[in-house]
């Protein structure tokens, strides 16, 4: 059974660019939820989608945006890039989502996105 | 605002020995999770714990939850330097409204 899958798995921007990143979730699974990982800050929430519908969404401002297609893969977008978005973003999988009982949320590899 | 406090941050060990991860979180939830995570890698899931008194091993892991103290634990029995890795809580609050509030991370070195 495949795992959750990001790409890419590297990238380097330049400040002021956008950026967009693509996560496919754990065949079945309908909840896709993205999280921001730092030094400084560690893990942080982004947004959960369930069903192509954002459910959750955590403190960050609008230049971070995301989608969930009808097949349950998603992207988040990034616009004006800053210096300090540089992270490691996660993207998590899980059957029913945050708000269900009892299931194990997986995670992906990571995208390593490096702003200069 | 919830918020997750882990203790130690950091803790150097030998092998063999026993140690506890503690993992405080404020306010009132219905579900605890333990993850795993080696240098440059990603999270791993270890436990998810969901009621009072709730206690699960894997291993030389256990991990138990008391939502009354709103505190969970997670016990390394026997150390072996594999076990190295930072370990981290996270909490879902009760009204699942934000998503995965996490602890700072556990750097857990075990030295053989």
């Known amino acids: 059974k495949a795992g959750v899958t990001q790409t890419p798995r590297y990238l380097i921007k330049t400040r002021g660019q956008q950026v967009t990143l693509s996560c496919s979730p754990i065949?079945?699974?309908?909840?896709v939820s993205w999280y921001q990982q730092t030094p400084g800050q560690g893990l942080q929430f982004l947004f959960e989608?369930?069903?192509?519908?954002?459910?959750n969404k955590g403190n960050f401002p609008g230049r971070f945006s995301g989608r969930q297609f009808s097949n349950s893969r998603s992207e988040m977008n990034v616009s004006t890039l800053e210096l300090g978005d540089s992270a490691l973003y996660l993207c998590?999988?899980?059957?029913?989502?945050?708000?269900?009982?009892?299931?194990?949320?997986?995670f992906g590899e990571g995208s390593w996105l490096t702003v200069v | 605002e919830l918020k997750v406090e882990q203790n130690p941050l950091f803790l150097s060990m030998q092998e063999g020995k026993n140690y506890t991860i503690y993992c405080n979180y404020s306010t009132t939830s219905d579900r605890l999770y333990w993850y795993r995570q080696d240098p440059g890698k990603s999270l791993e899931s270890l436990f998810v714990?969901?009621?009072?008194?709730a206690v699960k091993q894997e291993g030389r892991l256990m991990a138990s939850l008391d939502t009354k103290a709103r505190l969970s634990t997670l016990h390394i029995t026997a150390a072996v330097h594999d076990l190295s890795a930072t370990y981290f809580c996270a909490v879902r609050s009760g009204g699942g409204a934000d998503g995965l509030t996490f602890g700072k991370g556990t750097h857990l070195i075990i030295q053989p």
């Open positions: 989608y369930f069903s192509e519908t954002q459910r």
């Open positions: 065949s079945g699974h309908r909840s």
């Open positions: 714990l969901l009621s009072n008194g």
């Open positions: 998590a999988s899980s059957l029913i989502g945050i708000g269900g009982s009892g299931n194990t949320i997986y």
